[in-house]
Each structure stands twice: as C-alpha cells, then as structure tokens.
C-alpha cells in the first residue's frame, strides 16, 4: 500500500470518520471514544493535520446529527482539535512513549477543564459554589475519558509502530537480499 496515493489517503481518512462516527454511536461508557486519540495522532504523525482534523469536525457533525446538536459542540470541537496541534508540536516525529504519554494527559486535563467551564457558563450558577458544583458533577467522567484517551493513543501508536517497524524490517532484508555478495564471501 501506497500511503502517497491519494485515493489511498482518502480510504484512510474515510475510514478513520467511519470508525470515529460508529465510536459515538455504539454503546460506549461516557466520553469514552478515539477521537482525542485520532487528532493526537493525526497531528503527530500525518502529512496533513488539517485534512484529519477536517475529517474529525466531518465525524462530530455527522454524529451530532443523530445524538443531538448542542450550545458547546464549539467548545469541544475545539478541544478536540486541540490534540491536533499538541500532536504536532508536543509529539511531531520524535515521538517517543513518554512524550505520547504527556500528549495524551494533557489532551484529556484540557478537555475535562475547557469543557466544564463551558458547562459551567452555560448550565451552572456564576459563582464559586456552582463551579465547584459542576467539577464534582463532572469527576466522574473524567475516568472515563482518560482511559478512552490513553488507550486509543496507545493502540493507534501502537499498530502504526508495528506496521512501520514491519515494513522497514521486509524493505530492509528486501535490501539485503538485492545487494550484491562481494567475491569470497
């Protein structure tokens, strides 16, 4: 597979709404799906950060329409597409698993917190006691978007380590075995 063909880019961006649309719209625990995970790294490791980040506002809205649109899809596209640039600047091609780690932890903290200050503006009392009130209504989800997060991140990393690590492994003894032998060898 030619990934700088672009038929063969558009199947993979495709693809990647496709999984991205089922994820929000099977059974899942509360914010609990790979789209974080997809913009972290799609900012890391894709040629083009801003075709997948169009690809992930594609599968938010396409989701949006059959759950429901709301006043904060602004606010959490946004963060969303935050993982894009830490990708890209945080992760970019010297990741490494730490640094995967960090972008990760830092998507998820930046979301629990930008999200529910905008649940807080927009359904909470304007005060101390109504900010309090909404992170503790919120703790409880947060679980569940780090575990989301931090396993999709490992497993998109993961297999794109494997499949690269493999394809240079057969290029490499594809080298080897086309390399002439030197006379006496």
């Not at 575990?147 to 394809?167: I, K, Q, W």
Request: hydrophobic letters at 55%; proline letters at 6%.
């Amino acid at each position: 597979m030619n990934p700088n063909s672009n038929l063969q880019r558009l199947a993979i961006v495709l693809a990647m709404i496709g999984v991205a649309v089922a994820s929000r719209l099977l059974p899942h625990p509360p914010n609990f799906t790979p789209l974080a995970a997809m913009c972290l790294f799609a900012g890391a490791v894709t040629v083009s950060p801003r075709i997948m980040a169009a690809a992930v506002i594609i599968a938010m809205l396409v989701s949006d329409a059959v759950l429901g649109f709301h006043t904060l899809m602004p606010v959490v596209y946004g963060c969303l597409l935050a993982n894009v640039f830490i990708g890209r600047k945080l992760l970019g091609a010297n990741a490494n698993p730490f640094k995967i780690v960090a972008g990760s932890l830092i998507g998820s903290v930046l979301f629990f917190l930008i999200t529910n200050l905008g649940v807080w503006f927009v359904a909470y009392p304007s005060t101390l006691t109504g900010l309090s009130a909404c992170f503790t209504a919120a703790i409880p989800f947060f679980q569940y978007t780090l575990a989301g997060d931090l396993l999709y991140t490992g497993l998109f990393f993961g297999v794109y380590a494997l499949a690269t690590n493999s394809v240079g492994a057969v290029r490499g003894k594809l080298q080897l075995a086309t390399v002439p032998a030197r006379v006496g060898e």
